[in-house]
T-cell receptor, first 114, second 112 residues
Framework: EAGVAQSPRYKIIEKRQSVAFWCNPI?????LYWYQQILGQGPKLLIQ????????DSQLPKDRFSAERLKGVDSTLKIQPAKLEDSAVYLC????????????FGPGTRLTVT | DQQVKQNSPSLSVQEGRISILNCDYT??????FLWYKKYPAEGPTFLIS?????DKNEDGRFTVFLNKSAKHLSLHIVPSQPGDSAVYFC???????????FGTGTKLQVIP
């Protein structure tokens, strides 16, 4: 069974530029999560999708971050414009709809904003 | 407001000994607790979980204990192996959509 795929693995941009991350969850997993992990901290949930609907985006900075999950499968997370404090690893995870505790994570995208 | 806390940023243990990783929480509405393990440059991997209605769950070398009155859980690894060296995150689930809140992590080093 293929795992959660993310791309790119690394990205360096200047502040005020825009960036997009892509995630392909495990086949059949209805729930998809985007987390931000700043160095030395635990992952922080940015947005949670169930199929193609958003169920939690309370910690997503909506003035600059946006995410979509078209057709309930792949998802993209966009930052526009980026700030220095957005430097972090962005993790995508997926889980079956009945087992939220069994989240499977992708390798993450390390973003550096200079 | 840090609802899930791991107060020890790092821990060193000799191979073969017991590793005990601790976690405290503040939200009594959490209904499931999890431990994840993370190697460098990889995403976290699920290790073991425990429901809030239980006080112990065991899976091979890994045992999680839950003390609800103290709002405290711990992960025991016996015996510890060098391959267990990683960052361990405590996490908790709450709400109808099972939102996961992570702690800050504890870096475990198992010394051969």
């Amino acid at each position: 069974e293929a795992g959660v795929a993310q791309s790119p693995r690394y990205k360096i941009i200047e502040k005020r530029q825009s960036v997009a991350f892509w995630c392909n969850p495990i086949s059949g997993h209805a729930t998809l999560y985007w987390y931000q992990q700043i160095l030395g901290q635990g992952p922080k949930l940015l947005i949670q999708f169930q199929n193609n609907g958003v169920v939690d985006d309370s910690q997503l900075p909506k003035d600059r971050f946006s995410a979509e999950r078209l057709k309930g499968v792949d998802s993209t997370l966009k930052i526009q414009p980026a700030k220095l404090e957005d430097s972090a690893v962005y993790l995508c995870a997926s889980s079956p709809i009945t087992s939220a505790h069994e989240q499977y994570f992708g390798p993450g995208t390390r973003l550096t904003v200079t | 407001d840090q609802q899930v806390k791991q107060n020890s940023p790092s821990l060193s243990v000799q191979e073969g000994r017991i590793s005990i990783l601790n976690c405290d929480y503040t939200n009594s509405m959490f209904d499931y607790f999890l431990w994840y393990k993370k190697y460098p440059a990889e995403g976290p991997t699920f290790l073991i979980s425990i429901s809030s209605i239980k006080d112990k769950n065991e899976d091979g070398r890994f045992t999680v204990f839950l003390n609800k009155s103290a709002k405290h859980l711990s992960l025991h690894i016996v015996p510890s192996q060098p391959g267990d060296s990683a960052v361990y995150f405590c996490a908790a689930l709450s709400g109808g959509y099972q939102k996961v809140t992570f702690g800050t992590g504890t870096k475990l080093q198992v010394i051969p």
